[in-house]
T-cell receptor, first 114, second 113 residues
């Protein structure tokens, strides 16, 4: 059962362009939504995260847009650079003392071309 | 210090071997996790430790045995693995008590021959 759906599976963007990755969730009990960036052979690194009481969060070139009513959130990478080429995972967490776990999306392989 | 350290980085083991993966964090996190990741897939949760007690076991085969000796350390003991167990094994940690981000280690690339 895929609780967090992520699209697209792969994305090619020209350098300087905007990369957009979308996620949708089903479980309304989720209350934290992090995004992870993963380079080949490395562990996922936290990029940016948002709580559902906020509609947008920006950190540098990375922005999360959150639509609680639609149960959707997206990652925007402005001025995309070749160094942004990586796999991106959205995720969702439900508060549950001692039993919290990340539910990951399926991942998006992003390639930035010169 | 927002680092989760995993050793070894790479491990090759035979199907009859016994080995252990190690994970360490000094962020004061009280939740620690083991994930398994196959190529081009998201990480899959294996175990969660909360305050050094096993709180979640995602029906992982008994050939994988976790251990949490103290709040900073997490081990994964491996025995009689199969070639299909070859994967990147990731350790993560997070604050306890509220949903928040987890910090991941770099992983151990395990190959079972």
């Amino acid at each position: 059962q895929q609780q967090v759906k992520q699209s697209p599976q792969s994305l090619i963007v020209q350098k300087g362009g905007i990369s957009i990755i979308n996620c949708a969730y089903e479980n309304t009990a989720f209350d934290y939504f992090p995004w992870y960036q993963q380079f080949p052979g490395k562990g996922p690194a936290l990029l940016i995260a948002i709580r559902p009481d906020v509609s947008e969060k920006k950190e540098g070139r990375f922005t999360i847009s959150f639509n609680k009513s639609a149960k959707q959130f997206s990652l925007h990478i402005m001025d995309s650079q070749p160094g942004d080429s990586a796999t991106y995972f959205c995720a969702a967490i439900k508060s549950n003392f001692g039993n919290e776990k990340l539910t990951f999306g399926t991942g998006t392989r992003l390639t930035i071309i010169p | 210090d927002t680092e989760v350290t995993q050793t070894p980085k790479h491990l090759v083991m035979g199907m009859t071997n016994k080995k252990s993966l190690k994970c360490e964090q000094h962020m004061g996190h009280r939740a620690m996790y083991w994930y398994k990741q196959k190529a081009k897939k998201p990480p899959e949760l294996m175990f969660v430790y909360s305050y050094e007690k096993l709180s979640i076991n995602e029906s992982v085969p008994s050939r994988f045995s976790p251990e949490c000796p103290n709040s900073s350390l997490l081990n994964l003991h491996l025995h009689a693995l199969q070639p299909e167990d070859s994967a990147l094994y990731l350790c993560a940690s997070s604050y306890q008590g509220s949903a928040t981000e987890a910090f991941f280690g770099q992983g151990t690339r395990l190959t079972v021959v």
